[in-house]
């Protein structure tokens, strides 16, 4: 007797697991449910680590519409791992146990039509470091640059608890002091401070130090990859966009990536878990709105309103609310990637709302909540911290001889559960509210089918065979309407082989029928207003035309690379 999903869990929705763990479950997974469950590698890292992509649905190798989750790409934001195990768990249930899920019976037949690809974590690398040591990573744990003379901090255990936090070291030109309303707590230094003084630096060591002169920590300073702006829709060079890497997907995990989407044009979806936030952050990346195809943008209010009636989550436009600096768009993005090129309905959601947490009011832009937090917010969020994540985010310091710098104190900050990903006891809420919203954007797949056969007999033994060819899923056969212009966009087409009996023209075997539409045009276009009611003509269906001598039988395959493919057999 096969176990449930609930034997098989191993704890994802309340603790963050590490790579032999994750590795686990996907294995659990696979074990259990073969039939369902396909796990494999896209990428192999530095460190030994499979990038594993877990693919859930029946008969894998059947072309039809897909969906795209990935998560954990950058190496703290452990919540996009769990997040994604969770929407592989849930794909399961669609075939496993459906009625456990709370989504209308109509929409549960169309998702058990869909095949889901996941990749849990992107930097299994990171992660592992982040989860082992606490060490500061931004993507990847590794430096390959031969340039490497300039004095740096390389993070790491130096006290050995196996950890490594931060250092603060007394320096009347410090830019810290400590809080008067929470001891330990460092904040920023105003006029009216008496001090002591503090710098602030990574647990580590100085490689190439002089014995005088301390350089300035940089998130990557010994990693200098990010793998999120890796990718090479609008890639750019590193003295242009920071963290890109010598050439658009040097690194594995990218390049596994690419080249996994490549061959897989049927991804229509496609979604970036990173943290933290609570925020759903939508194209354009790089332009307003005025600038963006107006119909895709009606399919994205569709998705706010998902994200907003179920996770709270505001939606934003990543050109508007997005840009840490004015005018410069990030480069080589992900999900930029993912819309832009491979014309999938693309986006990322910055797990957990810790501002909505804190009371802060929000500012006009989103990403000012990031440049702006204030000393008395960081207050809150130390106070906060104590009585809601077990006072994980804020350590006591620890005095310690630094071999390069004499006294310093160690510990004081831990980011990794509370600060960038949630508090454990409300990860499994995210996942649930995370996967549910996935889930609807997953069931607006295209759908074609063969919706009529007609047979008209002519004189001369002679038969007309006329074929309709419908799409009844939300989405056309192209996927977003911007997706059309892609070359790889095949339009829907038929062949048709002949088993007895003969085709009167033999060049009707191949016919491009074209794209067909969809029914749904998403949020706030006008439609529901009577003022001159229509709808669209029958833009969602075909014909194809056969005209056969003698009796016969027709074997007729249709579809293309992004829909899927139907068959039929036609008796004549």
């Not at 010598?246 to 991804?267: D, L």
């Not at 990346?285 to 706010?304: C, I, N, V, Y």
């Not at 999938?344 to 909540?369: C, H, M, Q, S, T």
């Not at 954007?441 to 008209?456: E, F």
Request: aromatic share 10%; charged share 25%; hydrophobic share 40%.
């Amino acid at each position: 007797m096969a176990r449930s999903l609930a034997d098989l869990s191993l704890g994802f929705r309340h603790a963050y697991l590490d790579h032999e763990r994750l590795t686990a479950q996907l294995e659990a997974w696979k074990t259990e449910y073969p039939a369902l469950v396909r796990v494999s590698s896209i990428a192999r890292t530095p460190e030994g680590r499979d990038v594993w992509l877990v693919t859930v649905g029946p008969e894998p190798d059947r072309i039809r519409p897909a969906v795209w989750a990935d998560g954990n790409v950058h190496a703290a934001e452990l919540a996009g791992s769990s997040v994604a195990l969770a929407i592989a768990e849930d794909a399961l249930r669609l075939h496993l146990a459906p009625d456990s899920l709370d989504l209308a019976k109509p929409v549960i037949e169309r998702l058990r039509e869909i095949l889901f690809y996941i990749v849990p974590r992107v930097s299994p690398d990171g992660a592992e470091h982040v989860l082992r040591t606490g060490r500061s990573v931004r993507s990847v744990p590794r430096d390959a640059r031969v340039e490497r003379g300039q004095p740096r901090w390389i993070p790491g255990d130096i006290d050995g608890d196996g950890q490594a936090f931060a250092m603060r070291v007394p320096d009347p030109g410090g830019e810290l002091v400590e809080a008067r309303e929470f001891p330990g707590l460092l904040v920023e230094r105003t006029l009216e401070d008496e001090g002591p003084f503090y710098k602030l630096y990574p647990e580590g060591m100085i490689e190439h130090f002089d014995g005088k002169r301390i350089p300035s920590p940089f998130f990557l300073g010994d990693n200098p990859i990010d793998l999120n702006r890796n990718f090479p829709w609008s890639w750019a060079p590193t003295h242009e966009q920071v963290g890109a890497g010598p050439f658009p997907a040097s690194e594995p995990e990218a390049r596994g990536i690419v080249e996994f989407a490549t061959k897989h044009p049927e991804i229509f979806a496609w979604c970036d878990y990173h943290t933290f936030g609570g925020v759903l952050i939508r194209p354009l990346g790089h332009a307003p709105d005025s600038k963006m195809d107006q119909e895709d943008l009606a399919l994205f209010r569709q998705l706010e309103a998902w994200m907003t009636e179920h996770t709270g989550y505001p939606t934003v436009s990543g050109h508007d609310e997005f840009l840490y600096e004015p005018d410069k768009p990030l480069r080589g993005d992900l999900s930029d990637y993912a819309y832009n090129q491979r014309g999938a309905f693309g986006y990322v959601i910055e797990l957990w709302d810790l501002f909505k947490r804190l009371g802060i009011e929000r500012p006009k832009k989103f990403v000012d909540y990031y440049q702006k937090f204030s000393r008395a917010d960081l207050v809150k969020l130390a106070w906060w911290d104590r009585d809601e994540n077990e006072g994980r985010s804020f350590p006591k310091w620890r005095p310690f001889l630094h071999p390069q710098l004499g006294p310093v104190e160690i510990g004081g900050v831990d980011p990794r559960v509370g600060i960038w990903n949630p508090t454990l006891h409300e990860l499994d809420r995210l996942c649930t509210t995370q996967a549910h919203v996935f889930l609807r954007v997953a069931s607006l797949a295209p759908r074609l089918r063969i919706a009529r056969v007609d047979r008209h007999v002519l004189p001369g033994a002679l038969t007309r065979v006329e074929v309709r060819v419908e799409n009844d899923g939300y989405l056309g056969s192209y996927g977003i309407p911007s997706a059309k212009k892609l070359d790889f966009n095949e339009p829907v087409y038929a062949t048709c082989t002949v088993a007895r009996g003969e085709l009167v023209d033999p060049g009707s075997t191949h016919q491009v029928l074209g794209h067909l539409d969809g029914w749904g045009h998403g949020l706030h276009t006008g439609a529901n207003l009577p003022a001159y009611p229509g709808t669209r003509g029958t833009t969602n269906a075909a014909w194809a035309t056969y005209l056969v001598r003698g009796p016969g039988v027709l074997e007729l395959r249709v579809g293309s690379c992004r829909a899927g493919f139907v068959t039929a057999r036609i008796e004549v």
